[in-house]
């Protein structure tokens, strides 16, 4: 079975600053994918980034990027020039494809200070 | 952008009873999922759905849990007595298959409050 495991329960990072928020994972499959979730206060489930195993390339969206690292099994987010609408809870996430069922890490909570 | 749709936002309901909570997955996806999230911990998967069949259950989905996709468009969930550890959110998702290359999108959740 596929875990996720996010070691840090709460960060905090100025505005403006850079957070890099950690996730590990463990698995037997050799092709998967990975995704960041950001949940806020309203709870809703919002996709950060995605992340394709067989890809080399670290996936970037605008501020966030990530660093995919397949034989150490991690994938971290980073967030640069973190802004207020960044506080939220972050989720990782792996699946093992398109049309199965997503495992969750327990999460960090990312607060962003004025 | 497509969006899935959960309803009720919030849905409170007498222990004992049974509650059904609903989703309108994107139009053009093929699986469903049932996700839940007990207030401050992890979202736990619950089951998926594709082809008017349950694909894959967690341990979490049993006998008082089913799912439905009564028509071409909703989406349902189940729940026949209702438990106080049932309160939680729960979030419905659906996605494209494997060629259409789509993570999974999720609903806005529908908070489920039993009494």
């Known amino acids: 079975a596929q875990t996720v495991t996010q070691s840090q329960p709460e960060m905090s990072v100025q505005e403006a600053e850079t957070v890099t928020l950690s996730c590990t994972y463990d698995t037997s499959e050799s092709n998967y994918y990975l995704f960041w979730y950001k949940q806020p206060p309203s709870r809703q489930m919002i996709l950060v980034i995605r992340q394709e195993a067989y890809k080399q390339q670290n996936a970037t969206e605008n501020r966030f990027s990530v660093n995919f690292q397949k034989a150490a099994k991690s994938f971290s987010l980073k967030i640069s020039d973190s802004q207020l609408g960044d506080t939220a809870m972050y989720f990782c996430?792996?699946?093992?494809?398109?049309?199965?069922?997503?495992?969750f890490g327990p999460g960090t909570r990312l607060s962003v200070l004025p | 952008e497509p969006e899935v749709t959960q309803t009720p936002s919030h849905q409170v309901t007498q222990m004992g009873q049974e509650v059904i909570l609903r989703c309108v997955p994107i139009?053009?996806?093929?699986?469903f999922y049932w996700y839940r999230q007990i207030l401050g911990q992890k979202v736990e998967f619950l089951v998926s759905f594709y082809n008017n069949e349950i694909s894959e259950k967690s341990e979490i989905f049993d006998d008082q849990f089913s799912v439905e996709r009564p028509d071409g468009s909703n989406f349902t969930l189940k729940i026949r007595s209702t438990k106080l550890e049932d309160s939680a959110m729960y979030f419905c998702?659906?996605?494209?298959?494997?060629?259409?290359?789509?993570?999974?999108?999720f609903g806005d959740g529908t908070r489920l409050s039993i009494l």
């Open positions: 996430a792996f699946t093992k494809g398109y049309g199965q069922n997503f495992v």
């Open positions: 139009s053009n996806h093929l699986y």
């Open positions: 998702a659906s996605s494209g298959d494997s060629y259409s290359n789509q993570p999974q999108h």
